[in-house]
């Protein structure tokens, strides 16, 4: 008799795949046979649950490996197959960011952004979040991958009332380092909104605002090249 295997809980960080994927991934199956194994820890579906059912879709019979390790190295483990073999919403990451800072409050955010794929200032918003809310504590340094403390920087009170991600502002920049910022920031705010454009509407009217704003960034850096020029000669 096969044993039947459950998806164990740290899978469910990731969605499963969309009905056309989950398909191509059936028929790619039974074509080609399982090409990665699936990976069990403490007897249920780490990694491969998408697999173990197109395996079964297809009359392929399923191979597995086991996963060692703590509830820790298993979760590393899902989020590092995963991040970058899925397309996520920009909900699905920070649901992942909001666990991974649960989980440890003192990564830094740097670190959990390397490992989400995401920026730290998106890191930043998410853990001003949970700590307004108590779900983390406010702690004064955090820990890089380097495993060095480092002092977290101060935060500064908006009298608008806007949230962390909407504090800096051109009137706020007073130097190259606050200009850059300022940059990362909002284009860190446009690539939110144009997934939120992909999602609302659909990919081409996505696609045809991003083309227009590049073309209105090569317009700008056209015009200001001749001060350029004039400042280094």
Do not use: W
Not at 8 to 17: E, T, V
Not at 71 to 89: E, G, Q
Not at 116 to 131: D, F, I, M, W
């Amino acid at each position: 008799m096969t044993t039947a295997y459950e998806p164990h809980p740290l899978s469910a960080m990731f969605p499963p795949l969309s009905e056309e994927d989950f398909g191509k991934l059936a028929a790619d199956i039974k074509l080609h046979g399982l090409r990665q194994h699936i990976v069990l820890y403490q007897g249920k579906i780490l990694d491969g649950n998408n697999r173990y059912r197109a395996c079964e879709l297809a009359g392929i019979k399923p191979t597995f490996a086991n996963f060692t390790g703590i509830d820790a190295d298993a979760r590393n483990y899902v989020i590092s197959a995963n991040i970058h073999r899925r397309h996520l919403s920009r909900e699905d990451r920070k649901a992942i960011i909001e666990m991974l800072l649960k989980a440890d409050p003192t990564k830094s955010n740097r670190q959990i952004g390397e490992q989400t794929k995401s920026s730290h200032h998106t890191v930043e918003a998410v853990r001003g979040e949970l700590e307004a809310t108590g779900q983390i504590a406010q702690l004064e340094e955090t820990t890089g991958a380097d495993n060095k403390k480092r002092k977290r920087k101060a935060k500064h009170k908006s009298s608008s009332g806007k949230g962390e991600m909407e504090k800096i502002t051109y009137q706020k920049v007073v130097n190259a380092s606050t200009a850059l910022n300022a940059y990362r920031l909002f284009e860190q705010h446009l690539l939110d909104v144009l997934e939120d454009v992909k999602e609302k509407s659909d990919f081409s009217q996505a696609d045809e605002l991003a083309q227009a704003t590049i073309e209105k960034l090569q317009e700008k850096l056209n015009v200001m090249q001749p001060e350029m020029a004039d400042e280094a000669a």
